[in-house]
């Protein structure tokens, strides 16, 4: 079934970024997916959004709902045919929306878990605490707005970062099955980021060392979004088996 285009504002949108040793990325990733590298080394992190007024394109916004989301996102390359395209692909999505955990992977593109979020905002700091309903995943993160970004990043400008983010704008989320990811393209009126400087920041899925070797990942940076009017659009779920892939409905 296609999902009408959803429209609504990015309220807020931080993205907590790591970069990763490409060798230690690589077997996490199902097929067709292969690490977008920056400078020789893959980036991972946690895209923390909040939606508001979202609805489908034709309702009013009063109609709209807001929720608090986050993705566990890589960002990838894969081969369409003769065609490298780029985009993240998203490992797991969580939501404080009861909605977008009922509609998630049916009415709407990616499985989403519930989870208690814990937010404290200012004109000048942020905080954002994660806990899921499963237990599975925790995180927590402070930031600040800073001039630019910390000399120790990877990116060697903020216009260079949010180049590479920019052109990640089509996601492909896991599903209960192995070979078949939904995709969901997400389209901003307008694009623009700011640096943060984090005082804290903590991940129980990139602290697993048993998927993250000490010493292969490290924190490298985080943007801030605010204000954005956007639009989902889907797009066809991408299927791949054995060495066949193709993109179809």
């Not at 369409?80 to 998630?104: E, I």
């Not at 995943?137 to 920019?166: H, Q």
């Not at 307008?190 to 993250?212: A, C, G, I, M, N």
């Not at 979004?225 to 993109?247: N, T």
Request: charged share 20%; with cysteine; hydrophobic share 40%.
């Amino acid at each position: 079934m296609r999902i009408p285009v959803v429209r609504g504002v990015i309220d807020r949108r931080i993205l907590v970024n790591y970069r990763i040793e490409p060798s230690v990325l690589a077997p996490l990733l199902p097929a067709p997916f292969r690490p977008k590298l920056i400078h020789g080394v893959g980036m991972v992190g946690i895209c923390l959004i909040r939606l508001a007024h979202v609805r489908p394109h034709a309702m009013p916004q009063w109609l709209g709902i807001s929720s608090e989301n986050a993705a566990y996102r890589s960002a990838v390359e894969w081969n369409d045919r003769d065609t490298v395209r780029h985009g993240v692909y998203v490992r797991r999505r969580d939501t404080n929306s009861w909605l977008t955990t009922m509609a998630g992977g049916r009415f709407f593109p990616g499985i989403h878990h519930h989870a208690r979020f814990t937010v404290n905002e200012s004109a000048d700091s942020y905080a954002v605490a994660i806990r899921s309903d499963d237990g599975m995943t925790t995180m927590a993160v402070r930031a600040r707005p800073i001039e630019s970004l910390p000399g120790s990043s990877v990116f060697r400008s903020l216009e260079e970062a949010s180049a590479f983010f920019e052109s990640g704008s089509v996601g492909y989320s896991a599903t209960h099955s192995p070979s078949r990811f939904q995709g969901l393209e997400l389209r901003c009126r307008t694009w623009h980021v700011e640096p943060l400087v984090v005082d804290e920041v903590r991940s129980s899925f990139f602290e697993d060392e048993t998927l993250f070797p000490k010493g292969s990942i490290e924190f490298d940076s985080a943007l801030l979004m605010r204000g954005v009017e956007h639009e989902w659009h889907e797009k066809p779920d991408l299927h791949h088996a054995a060495s066949i892939m193709h993109v179809g409905g």
